[in-house]
């Protein structure tokens, strides 16, 4: 139970897939190339890139050093929820950008995959900071749990803003209190006046909120599988003992305590509640 679950909380999509998610709809050289065909008079040709696969390639390796992208074994694969369903829907005849898609398992005629991994599903390679697309592209955006792993969300913001058609539409979800999970990396979460920062400026912010699938209730069984999962195994019999009532004291004085002093390095990092950095100028 403990394993499936962190298993299930960890992929990088913020929203689970929805309850009635249809099957899973592969991408075909045909409809991919009838995608790109209606692309094609949108792409910022002074970009460089080529072709390979019926996809545009726009990571090249400056941009690969810029963006600090490594290759990953991880896969992100969630299905869409019902609000971005119901976006795909409306736009059905225009072009959606799904920035940062990871692999899709519906691939859909108007839903540009836009990654940095060469998923069956991915359309486009690129980064955020810099999208390959010219200003009022695409009728709307969807970023799911992409812009914590970016290393400039502000510049990622102001390309999705520019992308965007007067009048086109955003859904973006930016993890809070998730803890540390890396496609490969992850670089920033957000509070919700965070999130709003990152696009006020340029678009008219319709609401920030908390749906069902981005519940602290997530976060809460994440930290605990994550802390449970970090313990030495003869500890985690009387972690899992503990009552709510225990954890409700000052934080000093659990600091000693075996379950505190024993969490491993990597579940301290992914859960702390803040980290120190230490340098020195060259």
């Not at 910022?44 to 545009?56: D, M």
């Not at 969807?142 to 058609?165: Q, T, W």
């Amino acid at each position: 139970m403990q394993g499936s679950v962190l298993q299930r909380l960890l992929p990088r999509r913020a929203a689970p897939p929805a309850r009635s998610a249809p099957e899973r709809v592969v991408a075909t050289p045909e409809a991919r190339a009838r995608k790109l065909a209606r692309l094609r008079s949108h792409l910022r040709t002074e970009l460089a890139h080529c072709e390979h696969g019926g996809k545009l390639d726009f990571l090249t390796e400056e941009l690969r050093t810029e963006a600090r992208i490594a290759d990953t074994a991880n896969v992100s694969e969630n299905g869409y929820d019902e609000h971005m369903m119901e976006l795909v829907g409306r736009y059905r005849d225009g072009l959606v950008l799904d920035c940062g898609a990871g692999k899709r398992p519906i691939y859909f005629d108007n839903v540009v995959n836009y990654e940095i991994v060469d998923y069956d599903s991915t359309d486009v390679l690129g980064v955020g900071e810099e999208l390959p697309f010219v200003d009022e592209t695409f009728d709307a955006v969807i970023s799911v749990a992409v812009l914590e792993h970016v290393r400039d969300p502000f510049r990622c913001a102001r390309e999705i803003a520019r992308v965007l058609k007067r009048g086109g539409e955003l859904y973006c979800a930016i993890p809070f209190l998730q803890p540390l999970h890396g496609y490969p990396h992850h670089y920033f979460n957000a509070t919700p006046q965070g999130i709003r920062a990152l696009f006020e400026d340029r678009l008219t912010v319709r609401d920030v909120t908390v749906l069902p699938s981005t519940h602290p209730v997530w976060s809460l069984i994440w930290i605990l599988n994550s802390w449970r999962a970090g313990l030495p195994a003869e500890r985690r019999k009387a972690f899992d003992a503990m009552r709510v009532r225990d954890l409700l004291g000052s934080p000093l004085g659990y600091l000693g305590q075996p379950f505190c002093a024993e969490l491993s390095r990597n579940a301290q990092l992914e859960l702390a509640s803040a980290t120190v950095l230490t340098a020195v100028k060259p």
